[in-house]
């Protein structure tokens, strides 16, 4: 995160709209409990 001010890169919150769109809640997880790395 902290090389993206320098590209101009600014992060946002997810919004509602956006979360649920995504079947995600706002606050997270974003990934479902099966998901292995």
Not at 8 to 33: C, F, H, I, N, S
């Amino acid at each position: 995160r902290l090389h993206l001010g320098a590209l101009g890169v600014q992060l946002t919150e997810l919004t509602k709209e956006q979360a649920a769109y995504l079947g995600v809640e706002v606050a997270g997880p974003y990934k479902p409990d099966h998901y292995r790395y």
